[in-house]
């Protein structure tokens, strides 16, 4: 248990219906990011967090997906309209703030394995 | 896209060493080399970085080449719970997120 907790872990949802995930990093992270895997593939970055603001998004995420941070605590993962191809892992990390030399661990939690039929 | 090149899959003997090749040819005077693995239906871990000097954690070792084209990650006493996918990953100091490549697949023996 790294401390990330995503909920839920596993998600069945008809095409079409929309989804949200949620994501709590740890307390002390003030950056958090959201990764998708697909099955045999390594993660895919999709856009990340420092504090409240949304710093980076991916060209993957397209305008169905959307992510909030409001609080600059926990965070949300929406997808509208879902495709079968969204069918994936949706991975949540967050990390500390820079100590220098380059350090940027990022802790990972379990995964939403969502699955669009 | 991934701008590192590893094995698909390696194997080892449990107790022994574990020496995982990156290639990073193309990398840049500010880019870290990093390693994560993936234990299976787990998110990624953190192991171990550097910018251009050996380094050596709990975990593992980092060579880097004197040119910064390749590095090796040692695991040193390779156990059953090494079993992972192992991903190799340059991370610019102005970046915050990682790209992953495919990885390699590590099994240790028994």
């Known amino acids: 248990d790294t401390g990330v907790s995503q909920d839920p872990r596993h998600k069945i949802t008809k095409r079409g219906q929309n989804v949200t995930f949620r994501c709590d990093p740890i307390?002390?992270?003030?950056?958090l990011y959201w990764y998708r895997q697909t099955l045999g593939q390594g993660p895919e970055f999709l856009t990340y967090?420092?504090?409240?603001?949304?710093?980076?998004k991916s060209r993957l995420l397209s305008d169905r997906f959307s992510a909030e941070r409001p609080k600059g605590s926990f965070s949300t993962l929406e997808i509208q309209r879902t495709e079968q191809g969204d069918s994936a892992m949706y991975l949540c990390?967050?990390?500390?703030?820079?100590?220098?030399?380059?350090?940027?661990?990022?802790?990972f939690g379990p995964g939403t394995r969502l699955t669009v039929l | 896209d991934a701008k590192t090149t590893q094995p698909t899959s390696m194997d080892c003997a449990e107790g022994r060493a574990a020496n995982l090749p990156c290639n990073h040819s193309?990398?840049?005077?500010?880019?870290?080399v990093y390693w994560y693995r993936q234990i299976h239906s787990q998110g990624p871990q953190y192991i171990i970085h550097?910018?251009?000097n050996n380094e050596t954690n709990e975990m593992a070792s980092l060579i880097i080449t004197e040119d910064r084209k390749s590095s090796t990650l040692i695991l040193p006493h390779a156990t059953l719970r090494d079993t992972a996918v192992y991903y190799c990953?340059?991370?610019?100091?102005?970046?915050?997120?990682?790209?992953f490549g495919s990885g390699t697949r590590l099994l240790v023996r028994p």
């Open positions: 990390a967050s990390s500390a703030p820079d100590p220098g030399q380059g350090y940027n661990e990022q802790f």
């Open positions: 307390s002390e992270h003030n950056r």
């Open positions: 967090f420092q504090n409240e603001a949304q710093l980076e």
């Open positions: 193309t990398i840049s005077g500010n880019e870290y």
């Open positions: 550097g910018l251009k």
């Open positions: 990953i340059l991370r610019m100091d102005s970046s915050y997120k990682l790209i």
